[in-house]
């Protein structure tokens, strides 16, 4: 029982955690914060494998990384849970390549948008989620999920240059 | 949009993303651990249980005076059962504290933070129960919910959605070292209320909040002239410019029954049809409690935040936002 659950429970850490590490620093613009906070989920997680698992991990999981963020926030300290510093990552290869000539525009401009409107814009547009589930993350209605999606991306376009939206244009129209 | 956004972002994350300091196993292997614990936590409570009620039983006929050794008075079938009883409006105060917040430093920008989640008390039951027959004696709505397909549903008494309690807690909105400075409960409920002609439904927000825990008028945060500022429950009159124009009309006044009421009316857009409204009504009422009633309008924007229909003209006015927050039942929130 325990072996199954860890191997499935491993499976879904290397197969996930770089996309959840993403999400985390788009949600709170800290590497060590947002590595924190999927730590946290994770060690979460694995005590509710099997409730999870009957629903969907996916969103299970980044439930728990909000809920992580806002706990941080709430708490208002940063507590380290790092479990060493190891740099042997068990990470897909892709994830590693180096992408050191890409310009970090798009990123910059997203964790320059208040809280709420860069969570709201990540989650519908990265995360690809839908209004509902949207709302369900960040416990507010329907309108106001639409509300902060319209003023994101307006805010967006106001920090994009005209080359990087030009870029974007499907995304912007 | 999606995928262009996406791809993007991916291919920016790649390119700042240090590696992780964590493996599967690692975690696994703190889960385990975390799971032990949690549940040897979970035995001990129910052996210092199980010991405190042996304790009780054989000590308690001593500590009430009671003859040992069985007896009516100590006869499971003749306990006493204790109903808590719904309160009475002149025991409001004396039966709920006062929510006092520490000062915060100057300029800090906190915002109150979900906390805990929700739960039914008899309070919020009775509060329900209320709600539900004051929106019946309004005509020409229609009571709904979200759906998980992005719609609304109509609701009856059975799937009306409840008011629930929850508890906020006070915390700095960007990253720093402040300590928390506060919680509070708060009772809230989520409706959409359809008006006739108008194909689809109002946010309507039923919230109360306890005596102590807020300041009375409104004022916006500075980055968002729709929320109100942290020791506020309405936003304030402010002035924007730019592509999202914000305009928050506020209005005063007492009310018949000696109540204050606060009222903000706050529009975003320009004039035309992405403009869209928020209503607002603020009861201060005599036990030091505030209702908070706002009413959303449909957004005009689709799910991708493209402008798709034509604002209505329809849902409360703050002025029925008032009347009926006027006519809610009080209640202990604690």
Same mark, same amino acid.
């Given at each position: 029982? +325990? $072996?199954?659950? +860890?191997?499935?429970?491993?499976?879904?850490?290397?197969?996930?955690?770089?996309?959840?590490?993403?999400?985390?620093?788009?949600?709170?613009? #800290?590497?060590?914060?947002?590595? #924190?906070?999927?730590?946290?989920?994770?060690?979460?997680?694995?005590? @509710?494998?099997?409730?999870?698992?009957?629903?969907?991990? +996916?969103?299970?999981?980044?439930?728990?990384?909000?809920?992580?963020?806002?706990?941080?926030?709430?708490?208002?300290?940063?507590?380290?849970?790092?479990?060493?510093?190891?740099?042997?990552?068990?990470?897909?290869?892709? @994830?590693?390549? #180096?992408?050191? $000539?890409?310009?970090?525009?798009?990123?910059?401009?997203?964790?320059?948008?208040?809280?709420?409107?860069?969570?709201?814009?990540?989650?519908?547009?990265? $995360? #690809?989620?839908?209004?509902?589930?949207?709302?369900?993350?960040? +416990?507010?209605?329907?309108?106001?999920?639409?509300?902060?999606?319209?003023?994101?991306? @307006?805010?967006?376009?106001?920090?994009?240059?005209?080359?990087?939206?030009?870029?974007?244009?499907?995304?912007?129209? | 949009?999606?995928?262009?956004?996406?791809?993007?972002?991916?291919?920016?994350?790649?390119?700042?993303?240090?590696?992780?300091?964590?493996?599967?196993?690692?975690?696994?292997?703190?889960?385990?651990?975390?799971?032990?614990?949690?549940?040897?936590?979970?035995?001990?409570?129910?052996?210092?249980?199980?010991?405190?009620?042996?304790?009780?039983?054989?000590?308690?006929?001593? *500590?009430?005076? %009671?003859?040992?050794?069985?007896?009516? /008075?100590?006869?499971?079938?003749?306990?006493?059962?204790?109903?808590?009883?719904?309160?009475?409006?002149?025991?409001?105060?004396?039966?709920?504290?006062?929510?006092?917040?520490?000062?915060?430093?100057?300029?800090?920008?906190?915002?109150?933070? !979900?906390?805990?989640?929700?739960?039914?008390?008899?309070?919020?039951?009775?509060?329900?129960?209320?709600?539900?027959?004051?929106?019946?004696?309004?005509?020409?709505?229609?009571?709904?919910?979200?759906?998980?397909?992005?719609?609304?549903?109509?609701?009856? *008494?059975?799937?009306?959605?409840?008011?629930?309690?929850?508890?906020?807690? %006070?915390?700095? /909105?960007?990253?720093?070292?402040?300590?928390?400075?506060?919680?509070?409960?708060?009772?809230?409920?989520?409706?959409?209320?359809?008006?006739?002609?108008?194909?689809?439904?109002?946010?309507?927000?039923?919230?109360?909040?306890?005596?102590?825990?807020?300041?009375?008028?409104?004022?916006?945060?500075?980055?968002?002239?729709?929320?109100?500022? *942290?020791?506020?429950?309405? !936003?304030?009159?402010?002035?924007?410019?730019?592509?999202?124009?914000?305009?928050?009309?506020?209005?005063?006044?007492?009310?018949?029954?000696?109540?204050?009421?606060?009222?903000? %009316?706050?529009?975003?857009?320009?004039?035309? !049809?992405?403009?869209?409204?928020?209503?607002?009504?603020?009861?201060?009422? !005599?036990?030091?409690?505030?209702?908070?009633?706002?009413? *959303?309008?449909?957004?005009?924007?689709?799910?991708?935040?493209?402008?798709?229909?034509?604002?209505?003209?329809?849902?409360?006015?703050?002025?029925?936002?008032?009347?009926?927050?006027? /006519?809610?039942?009080?209640?202990?929130?604690?």
């Amino acid at each position: 029982m +325990d $072996e199954r659950r +860890d191997a499935e429970f491993r499976r879904f850490v290397v197969e996930r955690s770089e996309r959840l590490r993403g999400f985390a620093y788009l949600c709170c613009g #800290d590497w060590h914060r947002a590595e #924190d906070a999927v730590q946290s989920a994770l060690i979460r997680l694995y005590g @509710a494998w099997n409730r999870a698992k009957r629903a969907s991990l +996916d969103p299970y999981v980044r439930k728990i990384i909000v809920n992580v963020l806002i706990d941080e926030h709430r708490l208002a300290w940063f507590r380290r849970v790092r479990v060493g510093d190891h740099n042997t990552p068990e990470t897909p290869a892709a @994830a590693v390549h #180096d992408h050191t $000539e890409e310009r970090v525009v798009l990123v910059e401009a997203l964790l320059k948008l208040p809280q709420r409107q860069r969570a709201v814009v990540v989650l519908r547009f990265w $995360e #690809d989620q839908s209004v509902e589930q949207t709302a369900e993350i960040m +416990d507010c209605s329907h309108g106001a999920v639409k509300n902060l999606t319209m003023r994101g991306l @307006a805010a967006l376009r106001g920090l994009l240059s005209e080359s990087a939206l030009a870029e974007l244009e499907g995304a912007s129209r | 949009m999606t995928d262009e956004f996406s791809g993007r972002v991916d291919r920016e994350l790649a390119a700042i993303r240090p590696p992780a300091a964590f493996t599967a196993a690692e975690l696994a292997a703190r889960g385990r651990r975390r799971m032990w614990r949690r549940r040897s936590a979970g035995m001990v409570a129910c052996l210092l249980a199980l010991v405190m009620g042996a304790v009780f039983v054989v000590k308690a006929p001593l *500590w009430l005076g %009671l003859p040992v050794g069985g007896g009516d /008075a100590a006869s499971p079938s003749t306990s006493p059962s204790t109903i808590m009883p719904a309160p009475r409006p002149d025991e409001l105060n004396g039966g709920q504290p006062e929510i006092v917040l520490e000062v915060p430093p100057e300029g800090a920008d906190l915002r109150w933070i !979900p906390y805990s989640g929700p739960s039914v008390t008899a309070q919020t039951a009775m509060l329900t129960q209320g709600w539900w027959d004051l929106l019946g004696s309004v005509e020409g709505i229609e009571l709904s919910r979200p759906t998980t397909d992005g719609g609304y549903e109509p609701v009856d *008494w059975w799937t009306f959605p409840p008011v629930e309690r929850r508890t906020q807690e %006070l915390g700095e /909105a960007s990253s720093g070292g402040l300590s928390p400075l506060g919680s509070r409960p708060i009772y809230k409920q989520q409706l959409g209320v359809r008006f006739e002609g108008v194909a689809r439904p109002d946010d309507v927000f039923l919230t109360y909040y306890p005596r102590g825990s807020f300041t009375q008028g409104g004022r916006s945060v500075v980055d968002d002239p729709l929320s109100p500022h *942290w020791r506020y429950l309405a !936003p304030g009159c402010g002035e924007a410019s730019g592509d999202l124009a914000e305009l928050n009309v506020c209005e005063e006044y007492v009310a018949g029954n000696g109540a204050r009421v606060f009222e903000v %009316l706050a529009v975003t857009g320009e004039p035309g !049809p992405a403009r869209e409204e928020v209503r607002t009504s603020v009861v201060y009422t !005599p036990d030091g409690n505030a209702i908070v009633i706002s009413d *959303w309008s449909p957004d005009s924007h689709d799910e991708n935040g493209e402008l798709v229909v034509e604002h209505p003209a329809a849902g409360f006015t703050a002025e029925q936002l008032t009347s009926l927050a006027l /006519a809610l039942p009080p209640v202990i929130i604690v």
